[in-house]
DNA sequence: ATGAAAGCGCTAACAT
DNA sequence: ATGTTAGCGCTTTCAT
């Protein structure tokens, strides 16, 4: 018998109600004691912790939030994917920001996949989190215009939203492509092969702009032969780089339009012991491998989601004022000079 | 006038009061439409998503999940810090079951710091997760009994729990770091330096286990002199190895811990054109880059988080059966054979 | 300083 | 097939 009633029981979470009745007080003074109101009796306070904590009660934030209206104290992030390094390096740097707040993330990977993106905003949004930073995957946002009206916060990083005027915090990437190129062109090189993914994504195209321009500057022009793009993965990179090293007039130099392909990239001239030099987005920790010239155009890549989750909590707070357009600076990081 | 009233005015958010109104049918019957509840006349259930479109009413969960008791659809996953690529990898595949279930995931960093662990599982509890995913940063767990008997299951990866039974996946660390060193013995190696980060962490004590065993058995033995623990970042791996092999009768091979380790390791060799073999668990991007003998001992590293989810959901769903212990096996990858 | 009553937005139970 | 009533666990009036 008293091993059947002490068995795997679902024990009812014990309520507020049931803590003031163990405490002798009313359902009320208990919401006191628990919000920490300094109103009531040093008696009444302690014999409600007796409770509390012989009860095992937890507050249910749930209930709070729906009748408090307001705050969930969460915040969403929907990303490309977690296991990518750069968005976990987001991620990392939101949370933290968030925790400063007394508030949980909670990421969603878009996959890149535009309906994912749309479905996870909904789930979000009907978990009434407090605000939302994106990375969009490229569809249009304007339906997230009338949550924005209703006091839903929402930045974006990294890309632009489109069809919808917001928040946004951006690297300089025609600048940091512009720079990286332009040394690449003052070390001679006049043949430098364009690694990038996608370009439906925002960032590679603005890289590939500031690469285009340094070429049409220097008057080297630009090479559409010495374009790769759909380069997803460090695989991809390396078949691209052997195919140009083993085309005619082969490039002297590799542009990669983000760290992975950098790997990827540096890879392959490890394999043939290639002397080519390369130019990168991106820093990654096992950038100093790399036995070739190697320039990292770099930024502090914990700064992006820093940056964008400050802003969001401002909005949080009750800052209504105009859109922000933040765009951080990126640098040149000399990572190999003798190749 | 006009302009002021349309101005920003946070819009209060339609309720499913205000469907109703605006469809002319009941608030339960909005309910029903909602919830794709098949016993509603076609007219109404037009009429009812008619008026949600234009709205914009978009269900509270928060309420939903406060009446209907149960499931928030969210689950917890508490780790040390997602910027390092070992956590993001166990993040992504969590969020990937996660998604097959519909369900959020929160991710929360307790930074090694037990502390802070605590205080975010608590409010993990608060949100009433469907279920936690915990790496422990090493206290007691006894306080989530409790709350484990109220129905919230629990499941460890990488580290077991302190003083509580539950679901457990780890990796072999034992029997990986043994075959890694045994592998460096039958290579003729005989003086492999350790290193470690801290040992207070469970997986680098087992680790460290596995590679004495391994010396011990082959007649080596074991030498403190070298090993080095409290190694936690490359930095401190590359001045390690540096210290190493300046002091007197240096290592021939290295056994480290963790990937930040190896890379730590392989940056001083590479900066010396030192020819010592590198052993090292977990597999990285990057690692086709280290011109050494480099064997990784390596494993699938989206299947902790994978299979460790799984189990969650499977208690989610209400298996009760006894707590289960996961050991994911290890393989030697030989990256580069010829040094 | 404390408590009683109402209600957040929704779903469950029970009519009809 | 639809509506009415009650109530999840908490906070917010408003009394006392």
């Known amino acids: 018998m008293g091993r059947l009633t002490t068995a795997v029981e679902a024990t009812r979470r014990p309520t507020m109600n049931d803590v003031a009745k163990a405490a002798g007080v009313s ?27 012989i009860l095992g009660f937890r507050r249910n934030e749930i209930a709070r939030t729906l009748r408090s209206g307001q705050t969930s104290s969460t915040i969403g992030l929907v990303i490309e994917d977690l296991a990518n390094p750069f968005y976990s390096a987001i991620a990392s740097a939101v949370e933290r920001v968030a925790a400063e707040h007394r508030t949980l993330l909670i990421t969603a990977s878009s996959e890149e996949n535009p309906d994912r993106e ?32 209703r006091g839903v916060p929402v930045v974006f990083l990294d890309r632009p ?10 690297l ?40 285009r321009a340094a070429l049409m500057q220097c008057g080297v022009g630009f ?45 392959e001239l490890a394999r043939r012991d290639h002397p080519a030099a390369l130019v990168a987005f991106d820093d990654f920790e096992a950038s100093g491998l790399v036995h070739n010239l190697l320039t990292i155009i770099g930024y502090d890549n914990q700064e992006l989601g820093r940056r964008a989750a400050e802003v969001l909590f401002r909005r949080v707070a009750g ?15 000399h990572v190999r000079v003798t190749s």
Do not use: W
């Open 27 to 53: 359902l009320k003074t208990v919401s006191r004691v628990i919000n920490a109101d300094p109103t009531v009796q040093r008696e009444y306070v302690e014999s409600v912790h007796a409770a509390v904590s």
């Open 118 to 149: 749309r479905e996870v905003l909904q789930e979000l949004l009907q978990r009434r989190v407090d605000g939302l930073l994106i990375v969009p995957a490229g569809v249009d946002h304007g339906f997230l215009r009338a949550e924005m009206a």
């Open 161 to 170: 939203p489109t069809g919808l005027d917001a928040d946004t915090v951006l």
């Open 172 to 211: 300089d990437n025609v600048g940091g492509a512009r720079s990286g190129v332009e040394y690449m062109l003052a070390r001679g090189h006049r043949r430098i092969g364009m690694l990038l993914d996608s370009l439906t994504i925002f960032t590679m195209r603005e890289r590939l702009a500031g690469a």
């Open 223 to 267: 090479d559409d032969a010495l374009l790769r793009d759909d380069v997803h993965d460090p695989g991809q990179a390396s078949s691209a780089v052997a195919a140009m090293l083993d085309g005619h007039a082969p490039p002297t130099a590799f542009f990669c339009g983000n760290n992975r392909i950098a790997i990827g990239a540096a890879l």
């Open 319 to 333: 800052d209504r004022s105009s859109p922000e357009r933040i765009m951080l600076s990126t640098d040149l990081r």
